[in-house]
């Protein structure tokens, strides 16, 4: 009998350390999570203008030297969001063979007074095969200045059905005035030639102004898109003037443009190469699909001059010649 108290008591005793070490235990990891980060209200939140980038979607492999930047300031905080896009390749070794854009990923930013709190980066799109990549073949994948990387995420790290394709929250460390980012990124598309891409990217960057904590959001929004003048009939309607940033080559074997002319109008067309390269052959129709004039020697930049032989809307065809490579163009047409 004695000691079966003995044996209970034991057990109360047991029960009663469990009751108070382990509440003990949830409250202390509580009040330590509390104590080490403390909420950070945020006072206000200011949206820079949306900076849109957009090209036609290249075939084949072009490098590229496109920038597609958002750039904020005021009397509080200024940054820079900057990527730069230095390369599409249609058999990027490293994605898979996949369409891939190769960007440079920057963010520099600077408070006046007071100091930077920490900065969060978000890729979206709502296409869902799509890949948006870090390079991180190191460690030190993500060259920082005055930021630490707490938590990132890219490909087979996030729901592959999401729209997030990539993140990266960084906290700033010792409340800099000024913070900075590197990394290189690819933007893989998995998708048909024909699909239109849009691309969300997000910098969200919390400071403290000297009174209060802020935010400032700065979006960028990449864009690629089939064109649709693949045929006489869908040509694109122009008139006098310089269309640039078209492409022609890869996938895409003809670009045609329809232009009003009377008889007797004399027209000259020219296509000057922009960057990239391929060989390609340049027409001019009559209204009946007749070819009345044409440049098929070997030069990336052609011309035609000719002087129209009846009224109506005449047709210019820029004709690619192999699929390996494509070429960006400016089309300068004046009569
Ligand atoms: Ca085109
Ligand atoms: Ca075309």
């Known amino acids: ?22 509440p003990g235990l949830f409250f202390s990891v509580w009040l330590s999570s509390v104590m080490r980060e403390p909420t950070v209200v945020i006072a206000g939140t200011t949206t820079a203008n949306t900076v849109k980038w957009g090209i036609e ?3 084949g492999s072009v490098d590229l030297s496109e920038e597609a930047v958002n750039t904020f300031s005021n009397d509080e905080i200024s940054s820079v969001f900057n990527l730069s896009i230095f390369d599409y390749d249609e058999s990027y070794g490293g994605m898979g063979s996949q369409d891939t854009f190769c960007m440079n990923v920057t963010a520099s930013s600077q408070a006046s007074s007071g100091f930077i709190k920490n900065a969060y980066m978000v890729f979206e799109e709502d296409y869902g095969p799509s890949i948006f990549d870090w390079s991180e073949s190191n460690v030190n994948w993500a060259e920082l200045q005055n930021l630490y990387m707490k938590e990132y995420a890219d490909f087979g790290e996030l729901d592959s059905a999401g729209s997030e394709k990539a993140f990266a929250r960084m906290e700033a460390v010792d409340n800099p005035q000024s913070t900075s ?22 910098l969200e960057l919390v400071y403290f102004n000297g009174t209060v ?24 309607k ?3 003037g310089t269309y640039a940033g078209n ?34 052959n340049l027409y001019v129709y009559d209204l009946s699909l007749n070819q009345k004039a044409f440049d098929e020697t070997n030069n990336y ?13 005449w047709l210019i065809e820029i004709r690619s010649l192999y699929e390996s ?11």
Request: proline content about 3%.
């Open 1 to 22: 009998m004695v000691g079966l108290l003995v044996s209970l008591n034991r057990k109360m005793a047991v029960v009663a350390a469990f009751l108070v070490i382990v």
């Open 57 to 59: 979607r290249p075939g």
């Open 181 to 202: 980012f590197h990394a290189v990124a690819h933007w893989a598309l998995y998708s048909p030639k024909n699909y239109t891409h849009l691309m969300n990217a997000t």
């Open 213 to 236: 904590y802020k935010k400032l959001v700065q979006l960028i929004e990449l864009g690629t898109h089939p064109d649709s003048n693949n045929t006489p009939e869908t040509a694109e």
């Open 238 to 240: 122009i008139q006098n």
């Open 247 to 280: 492409c022609v080559g890869g996938y895409d074997h003809h670009d045609y443009y329809s232009i009003y002319l009377t008889s007797n109008q004399k027209i000259n067309v020219s296509v000057k190469n922009m960057f990239g390269s391929t060989w390609y």
């Open 301 to 313: 930049d052609k011309t035609i001059d000719m002087t129209a032989d009846s009224s109506g809307y």
């Open 325 to 335: 490579s494509c070429m960006f163009y400016a089309l300068e047409v004046y009569s």
